[in-house]
T-cell receptor, first 119, second 110 residues
Framework: DTEVTQTPKHLVMGMTNKKSLKCEQH?????MYWYKQKAKKPPELMFV???????INESVPSRFSPECPNSSLLNLHLHALQPEDSALYLC??????????????????FGNGTRLTVT | QQQVKQSPQSLIVQKGGISIINCAYE??????FPWYQQFPGKGPALLIA?????SEKKEGRFTISFNKSAKQFSLHIMDSQPGDSATYFC?????????FGEGTQLTVNP
Protein backbone atom coordinates (compact mmCIF):
# COMPACT_ATOMS: atom_id res chain seq x y z
CA ASP A 1 0.00 0.00 0.00
CA THR A 2 1.01 3.58 -0.65
CA GLU A 3 2.72 5.63 2.08
CA VAL A 4 0.62 8.65 1.14
CA THR A 5 -2.79 8.33 2.75
CA GLN A 6 -5.80 10.15 1.38
CA THR A 7 -9.22 10.46 2.96
CA PRO A 8 -11.98 10.00 2.15
CA LYS A 9 -11.69 7.39 -0.60
CA HIS A 10 -14.99 8.46 -2.11
CA LEU A 11 -16.94 11.70 -1.75
CA VAL A 12 -20.26 12.78 -3.21
CA MET A 13 -21.18 16.41 -2.75
CA GLY A 14 -23.74 18.85 -4.00
CA MET A 15 -22.81 22.07 -5.73
CA THR A 16 -23.58 24.13 -2.61
CA ASN A 17 -21.64 21.94 -0.19
CA LYS A 18 -18.31 22.64 1.47
CA LYS A 19 -16.02 19.66 1.95
CA SER A 20 -12.33 18.95 2.44
CA LEU A 21 -9.96 16.33 1.12
CA LYS A 22 -7.12 15.25 3.36
CA CYS A 23 -3.67 13.88 2.64
CA GLU A 24 -1.01 12.67 5.04
CA GLN A 25 2.53 11.36 4.62
CA HIS A 26 5.10 10.34 7.19
CA UNK A 27 8.11 9.91 4.93
CA UNK A 28 9.64 13.25 5.90
CA UNK A 29 8.95 14.63 2.44
CA UNK A 30 9.03 18.41 2.16
CA UNK A 31 7.04 18.85 -1.04
CA MET A 32 3.38 17.97 -1.45
CA TYR A 33 1.18 18.14 -4.49
CA TRP A 34 -2.44 18.05 -5.56
CA TYR A 35 -3.28 16.52 -8.93
CA LYS A 36 -6.62 16.08 -10.67
CA GLN A 37 -7.23 13.07 -12.91
CA LYS A 38 -10.20 12.61 -15.20
CA ALA A 39 -11.08 9.16 -16.54
CA LYS A 40 -8.59 7.78 -19.08
CA LYS A 41 -6.46 10.94 -18.80
CA PRO A 42 -3.11 11.67 -17.15
CA PRO A 43 -2.91 13.49 -13.83
CA GLU A 44 -2.95 17.28 -14.11
CA LEU A 45 -1.02 19.37 -11.63
CA MET A 46 -3.09 21.74 -9.48
CA PHE A 47 -0.92 22.91 -6.60
CA VAL A 48 2.58 22.40 -5.20
CA UNK A 49 3.68 23.12 -1.65
CA UNK A 50 7.40 23.28 -1.07
CA UNK A 51 8.57 23.46 2.53
CA UNK A 52 4.99 24.29 3.58
CA UNK A 53 4.74 27.27 1.25
CA UNK A 54 2.54 27.34 -1.83
CA UNK A 55 5.00 27.40 -4.71
CA ILE A 56 2.81 26.56 -7.70
CA ASN A 57 -0.85 27.25 -8.44
CA GLU A 58 -1.70 26.12 -11.95
CA SER A 59 -4.42 28.75 -12.38
CA VAL A 60 -6.87 26.61 -10.43
CA PRO A 61 -10.33 28.16 -9.81
CA SER A 62 -10.78 29.65 -6.36
CA ARG A 63 -13.46 27.10 -5.50
CA PHE A 64 -10.44 24.85 -4.77
CA SER A 65 -8.45 26.09 -1.80
CA PRO A 66 -5.30 24.23 -0.68
CA GLU A 67 -3.85 24.29 2.81
CA CYS A 68 -0.66 22.83 4.22
CA PRO A 69 -0.90 22.92 8.04
CA ASN A 70 2.47 21.20 8.44
CA SER A 71 4.98 19.22 6.42
CA SER A 72 3.02 15.98 6.84
CA LEU A 73 -0.48 17.20 6.04
CA LEU A 74 -2.14 18.64 2.98
CA ASN A 75 -5.77 19.63 2.65
CA LEU A 76 -7.89 20.65 -0.30
CA HIS A 77 -10.97 22.65 0.64
CA LEU A 78 -13.84 22.47 -1.83
CA HIS A 79 -16.70 24.93 -2.16
CA ALA A 80 -19.35 25.56 -4.79
CA LEU A 81 -17.98 22.93 -7.14
CA GLN A 82 -19.40 22.16 -10.55
CA PRO A 83 -20.29 18.72 -11.96
CA GLU A 84 -17.29 18.96 -14.31
CA ASP A 85 -15.05 18.99 -11.22
CA SER A 86 -15.91 15.34 -10.68
CA ALA A 87 -12.62 13.46 -10.91
CA LEU A 88 -10.01 11.50 -9.00
CA TYR A 89 -8.01 13.88 -6.81
CA LEU A 90 -4.52 12.66 -6.15
CA CYS A 91 -2.10 13.80 -3.50
CA UNK A 92 1.62 13.21 -3.92
CA UNK A 93 4.77 13.96 -2.01
CA UNK A 94 8.47 14.05 -2.74
CA UNK A 95 11.60 14.45 -0.69
CA UNK A 96 12.71 17.43 -2.77
CA UNK A 97 16.24 17.59 -1.41
CA UNK A 98 16.67 20.78 -3.39
CA UNK A 99 13.57 23.02 -3.16
CA UNK A 100 11.82 23.26 -6.49
CA UNK A 101 13.38 20.17 -8.04
CA UNK A 102 12.14 16.64 -8.59
CA UNK A 103 15.28 14.51 -8.90
CA UNK A 104 15.60 10.84 -9.63
CA UNK A 105 16.43 10.22 -5.99
CA UNK A 106 13.33 12.00 -4.73
CA UNK A 107 10.52 10.93 -7.03
CA UNK A 108 6.81 11.60 -6.54
CA UNK A 109 4.90 9.18 -4.37
CA PHE A 110 1.16 9.23 -5.04
CA GLY A 111 -1.72 8.34 -2.78
CA ASN A 112 -4.65 6.31 -4.08
CA GLY A 113 -6.79 9.37 -4.46
CA THR A 114 -10.25 10.57 -3.53
CA ARG A 115 -12.95 9.82 -6.08
CA LEU A 116 -15.08 12.99 -6.06
CA THR A 117 -18.54 13.16 -7.58
CA VAL A 118 -20.31 16.52 -7.73
CA THR A 119 -24.05 16.29 -8.18
CA GLN B 1 6.91 23.50 -24.66
CA GLN B 2 5.79 21.13 -21.93
CA GLN B 3 4.20 18.40 -24.04
CA VAL B 4 5.14 14.75 -23.83
CA LYS B 5 3.73 12.58 -26.60
CA GLN B 6 3.09 8.91 -25.81
CA SER B 7 2.20 6.02 -28.08
CA PRO B 8 0.42 3.72 -28.55
CA GLN B 9 -2.80 4.65 -26.78
CA SER B 10 -3.55 0.98 -26.17
CA LEU B 11 -1.54 -2.19 -26.51
CA ILE B 12 -2.48 -5.85 -26.39
CA VAL B 13 0.29 -8.38 -25.85
CA GLN B 14 0.33 -12.11 -25.26
CA LYS B 15 1.75 -13.49 -22.05
CA GLY B 16 5.49 -13.83 -22.35
CA GLY B 17 5.73 -11.21 -25.08
CA ILE B 18 7.51 -7.85 -25.07
CA SER B 19 5.52 -4.67 -24.47
CA ILE B 20 6.99 -1.48 -25.89
CA ILE B 21 5.70 2.01 -25.15
CA ASN B 22 7.26 5.09 -26.68
CA CYS B 23 7.44 8.72 -25.64
CA ALA B 24 8.83 11.86 -27.25
CA TYR B 25 9.40 15.32 -25.88
CA GLU B 26 10.42 18.76 -27.11
CA UNK B 27 11.56 20.64 -24.04
CA UNK B 28 15.32 20.20 -23.62
CA UNK B 29 15.05 21.52 -20.06
CA UNK B 30 13.49 18.22 -18.94
CA UNK B 31 15.99 16.47 -16.70
CA UNK B 32 14.20 13.47 -15.26
CA PHE B 33 12.07 10.88 -17.01
CA PRO B 34 9.97 8.51 -14.87
CA TRP B 35 7.44 5.90 -15.86
CA TYR B 36 4.36 5.38 -13.73
CA GLN B 37 2.05 2.35 -13.59
CA GLN B 38 -1.57 2.83 -12.58
CA PHE B 39 -4.11 0.15 -11.79
CA PRO B 40 -7.84 0.94 -11.74
CA GLY B 41 -8.86 2.68 -8.52
CA LYS B 42 -5.26 3.30 -7.48
CA GLY B 43 -2.84 6.18 -7.73
CA PRO B 44 0.10 6.08 -10.13
CA ALA B 45 3.10 4.20 -8.78
CA LEU B 46 6.67 4.88 -9.85
CA LEU B 47 7.94 2.00 -11.95
CA ILE B 48 11.34 3.07 -13.18
CA ALA B 49 13.05 6.35 -14.02
CA UNK B 50 16.07 7.64 -15.92
CA UNK B 51 18.14 10.79 -16.18
CA UNK B 52 19.31 12.11 -19.58
CA UNK B 53 22.96 11.29 -18.96
CA UNK B 54 22.14 7.55 -19.10
CA SER B 55 21.05 5.73 -22.27
CA GLU B 56 19.51 2.67 -20.67
CA LYS B 57 18.30 1.54 -17.27
CA LYS B 58 17.07 -1.91 -16.41
CA GLU B 59 15.17 -3.05 -13.32
CA GLY B 60 14.01 -6.65 -13.48
CA ARG B 61 11.74 -7.08 -16.49
CA PHE B 62 11.46 -3.31 -17.07
CA THR B 63 13.94 -1.35 -19.19
CA ILE B 64 14.01 2.31 -20.16
CA SER B 65 15.86 3.22 -23.33
CA PHE B 66 16.72 6.90 -23.70
CA ASN B 67 17.83 8.70 -26.88
CA LYS B 68 18.79 12.24 -25.95
CA SER B 69 19.55 13.40 -29.50
CA ALA B 70 16.17 12.18 -30.77
CA LYS B 71 14.40 13.37 -27.59
CA GLN B 72 12.73 10.02 -27.26
CA PHE B 73 12.50 7.39 -24.56
CA SER B 74 10.74 4.09 -24.31
CA LEU B 75 9.67 1.45 -21.82
CA HIS B 76 10.22 -2.22 -22.60
CA ILE B 77 8.47 -4.86 -20.52
CA MET B 78 10.03 -8.26 -21.09
CA ASP B 79 8.13 -11.50 -20.47
CA SER B 80 4.89 -9.55 -20.05
CA GLN B 81 2.46 -11.02 -17.52
CA PRO B 82 -1.31 -10.61 -17.06
CA GLY B 83 -0.54 -8.80 -13.80
CA ASP B 84 1.21 -6.11 -15.86
CA SER B 85 -2.15 -5.11 -17.34
CA ALA B 86 -2.49 -1.47 -16.31
CA THR B 87 -2.18 2.05 -17.65
CA TYR B 88 1.37 3.28 -18.11
CA PHE B 89 2.31 6.94 -18.13
CA CYS B 90 5.63 8.32 -19.21
CA UNK B 91 6.56 11.66 -17.71
CA UNK B 92 9.22 14.32 -17.80
CA UNK B 93 10.12 16.89 -15.23
CA UNK B 94 11.68 20.30 -15.09
CA UNK B 95 11.79 21.85 -11.64
CA UNK B 96 8.68 20.89 -9.65
CA UNK B 97 6.49 20.27 -12.68
CA UNK B 98 5.99 16.71 -13.84
CA UNK B 99 4.44 16.56 -17.31
CA PHE B 100 2.70 13.29 -18.15
CA GLY B 101 2.12 11.60 -21.46
CA GLU B 102 -1.46 10.67 -22.35
CA GLY B 103 -1.06 7.10 -21.14
CA THR B 104 -1.04 3.62 -22.65
CA GLN B 105 -3.54 1.01 -21.61
CA LEU B 106 -1.69 -2.31 -21.65
CA THR B 107 -3.56 -5.59 -21.73
CA VAL B 108 -1.59 -8.81 -21.40
CA ASN B 109 -3.64 -11.83 -22.45
CA PRO B 110 -3.00 -15.15 -20.69
Amino acid sequence: DTEVTQTPKHLVMGMTNKKSLKCEQHMGHRAMYWYKQKAKKPPELMFVYSYEKLSINESVPSRFSPECPNSSLLNLHLHALQPEDSALYLCASSQEKTPGQIFSDSPLHFGNGTRLTVT
Amino acid sequence: QQQVKQSPQSLIVQKGGISIINCAYENTAFDYFPWYQQFPGKGPALLIAIRPDVSEKKEGRFTISFNKSAKQFSLHIMDSQPGDSATYFCAASSGSRLTFGEGTQLTVNP
